[in-house]
């Protein structure tokens, strides 16, 4: 899948262009280092951002001739992106630094901005970071939930003495790397740099837990947490590590800072309750179970868990409507068109099938998957033919 790219232009505000320093440290101690063995190899918050030898030639030979022609920014956009030159894909699967991002040709959403900023800063380009408001999509993997976000990059108008405005010259351009229905009139607010570098370790924490190394992903996340201890879901993922490492009180401790500055907090308040369960204290754990009920009357994932029930016991049509009811509020998961195409098979409808795993390859933020269902397209497709040439009429030879 390649990138699309949404440019848009905007009125001028406060501009973000701080070095990447510890924000507001924790006023709670919720570290133990001793439960988790150090990495062989230590990580630096500001290799995110760093910008490689092989990266600067890029920019002198390649981007210099579109920068001539278009300008700073545009020709900073046309090189890496609506050009194609990098042949860049989208991939969710792993969150890479800018010149990781760079050298593996794909990145998720931050590993694009990382990199994108790199390039501005290498250019003298003034760029702005922007968290964007989402409707939350929920995710899942080896049993553990994942609410992804999502930010993008503005790249500010260099101002020069003496220079005059261009009519329809837009202060701000932003790039975001989500399709334009995904992000129209969507809200959103500037953060430091200092953010976008703890949002980056507190991905890679989450991509550690994910794979079982609890003890690698500690220590992305207390860098998270050390670069700016605003964000509060690098708190969420150290409750989750210390849950593993069956170290409730410290689990807790953690979950009630996070809650301390958002008491609504669905995820903070759900590993709350699991936690509270576990140490026996039924009662509250209870309490805070009829919260996230009032708060998230139907859990993630629910009516997909009961639709997979259903085809175990191949009732395939009251799959059907299950599934249609996950995708109705979640469409971003191919997962879940994957299994209505399951369904509408088992029901022997091969079209419907087809449809929806193909929805489900569009969807696909990974390498992985977009070959996984493309594989299994690719096959539907061959059932297709097989179906139709059998309803072809048999043709009189001529002579015959």
């Known amino acids: 899948m390649k990138i699309r790219v949404l440019i848009a232009g905007l009125a001028l505000t406060g501009l973000v262009g701080c070095a990447v320093e510890p924000k507001q440290p924790p006023t709670v101690d919720v570290f133990d280092d001793a439960a988790f063995t150090r990495p062989d190899v230590s990580f630096d918050p500001a290799q995110a951002l760093e910008i490689t030898p092989a990266m600067k030639r890029f920019a002198d030979v390649e981007m210099a001739p ?136 507190n991905n890679r924490a989450a991509e550690a837990l994910a794979v079982g190394k609890i003890d690698e992903a500690y220590w992305w996340a207390k860098s998270a947490i050390a670069t700016d201890a605003r964000w509060l879901a690098a708190y969420n ?54 919260q996230i009920a009032q708060i998230q009357p139907v859990a993630p994932y629910k009516f997909f868990d009961e639709g997979v029930e259903a085809m175990k016991a191949g009732e395939f049509a009251a799959a059907r409507q299950l599934f249609r009811k996950e995708v109705a509020r979640a469409a971003y998961v191919p997962e879940f068109h994957f299994w209505l195409g399951l369904a509408n098979w088992g029901l022997g409808d091969v079209p419907g099938a087809r449809g929806e795993i193909a929805k489900a390859l569009e969807n696909s933020a990974t390498a992985r998957d977009r070959e996984i269902y493309g594989a299994k397209l690719a096959w539907l497709n061959a059932v297709r033919e097989q179906q139709q040439r059998r309803r072809e009429p048999l043709m009189q030879r001529p002579g015959s």
């Not at 301390?260 to 903070?268: D, Y």
């Open 66 to 201: 579109m920068v001539r022609t278009k300008g700073l920014r545009n020709g900073l956009i046309e090189s890496l992106y609506t050009k194609g030159r990098l042949q860049i894909d989208y991939d969710a699967e792993v969150t890479r630094t800018a010149s990781e991002a760079f050298e593996a040709r794909r990145g998720n959403c931050m590993s694009l901005v990382l990199m994108t900023a790199a390039f501005a800063r290498y250019l003298n380009v003034p760029v702005r970071f922007n968290s964007v408001y989402t409707e939350e999509s929920w995710t899942r993997y080896n049993g553990i939930f994942f609410v992804a976000g999502h930010v993008n990059i503005t790249l500010v108008r260099r101002p020069t003495t003496g220079q005059s405005i261009i009519f329809g010259d837009p202060e701000l351009l932003t790039i975001d790397f989500l399709p334009p229905d995904q992000v129209r009139n969507q809200r959103s607010r500037v953060i430091d740099e200092s953010m976008v570098v703890a949002m980056f370790l």
């Open 237 to 290: 993922t150290l409750a989750v590590l210390y849950r593993r490492k069956s170290m409730q009180d410290r689990a807790e401790t953690a979950l009630r800072l996070v809650l301390e500055r958002e008491p609504l907090n669905t995820q903070a308040l759900s590993n709350l309750a699991l936690v509270l369960s576990e140490l026996g204290r039924r009662e509250e754990a209870q309490a805070v179970a009829n």
